[in-house]
């Protein structure tokens, strides 16, 4: 059964062949890698927001090369955690934010041979990011998207990933069950310090995340481990950040002419459960 709503009615929609269509007959064509665009023409703030397809095939060499492993392991552990303590139904998990599906790729791997029943979903404002998703992830559900706007129905999943995306929590609480959990992964203090030291004069550690409004923090963990980086990696890495974009050219050949670079990560991955009391924006 399909989570996602109807961008025009909210209403639920039904596959019918290569489209998804709702009551009302409004119809979303199914793209040949098997994702749907669900962003309407006016939310878009541009023509084709989201990461470009530069960024996206950076972040897939730099991650399919092993370093953010850690990380997903440390994930895929805490959403079996919470799958195996559901046994009603099929677990329904969306990755809010999916870029290009590393994540849920390795999720999915993860739960197939322990725990039979669950469904996987993403989303993401980057058409590049979700079509090169679709193309390696065929068990996966993937719709081009806003995190801010889910065409998701209401009271939907039972957990919901978000990996350093931006997002509305009123939306979060909106889809998820009740008793629902967000998962998110942000960045520490310290996180890729040495990068950024060579991209300002004075760069800020990162502040901490405030819990979202609707949600209690019932766990957090902190994933933090040194990358040993050469050549074309640091590359990779560099334009999978938001620093590139804001660097001169001649700070990005500087650091792209680098031989090798150590850097520290530093992820801090929260669990939250939807509570009782509704946000405000509600």
């Not at 040194?226 to 990005?252: C, D, F, N, V």
Request: hydrophobic letters at 40%.
């Amino acid at each position: 059964m399909s989570i996602f709503a109807c961008p025009v009615c909210r209403s639920a929609l039904a596959r019918d062949n290569a489209t998804h269509r709702c009551a009302n007959n409004h119809t979303f064509d199914i793209a040949r890698e098997g994702y749907v665009n669900l962003l309407l023409a006016h939310q878009k703030k541009t023509a084709d927001p989201g990461d470009n397809k530069e960024m996206v095939a950076s972040r897939s060499a730099f991650l399919d090369a092993g370093h953010y492993d850690p990380l997903s392991d440390a994930l895929n552990e805490r959403v079996l955690s919470l799958a195996q303590h559901n046994t009603s139904e099929a677990f329904q998990l969306l990755d809010a934010g999916c870029g290009e599906g590393f994540y849920l790729r390795r999720l999915a791997a993860h739960l197939q041979p322990k725990l039979s029943a669950h469904d996987l979903w993403g989303i993401d404002i980057a058409r590049a990011a979700v079509r090169a998703a679709s193309r390696r992830d065929k068990d996966s559900h993937f719709a081009v998207a806003s995190t801010y706007r889910f065409p998701v129905l209401d009271s939907s999943v039972h957990a919901i990933c978000r990996i350093f995306a931006p997002g509305d929590p009123a939306e979060f609480y909106r889809v998820l069950r009740p008793g629902g959990t967000l998962l998110t992964v942000a960045p520490g203090p310290q996180h890729l310090a040495e990068l950024k030291a060579l991209c300002y004069e004075t760069p800020k550690p990162h502040e901490p995340e405030a819990i979202p409004e609707g949600f209690n923090r019932i766990d957090q963990q902190q994933i933090a481990y040194a990358l040993h980086l050469k050549g074309e990696e640091i590359g990779h890495l560099l334009r999978m950040t938001p620093y590139y974009w804001h660097l001169s050219q001649q700070t990005q050949q500087q650091i792209l002419a680098l031989d090798a670079l150590r850097a520290r990560t530093d992820f801090i991955l929260t669990t939250y459960q939807k509570n009782r009391l509704s946000p405000s924006a509600h």
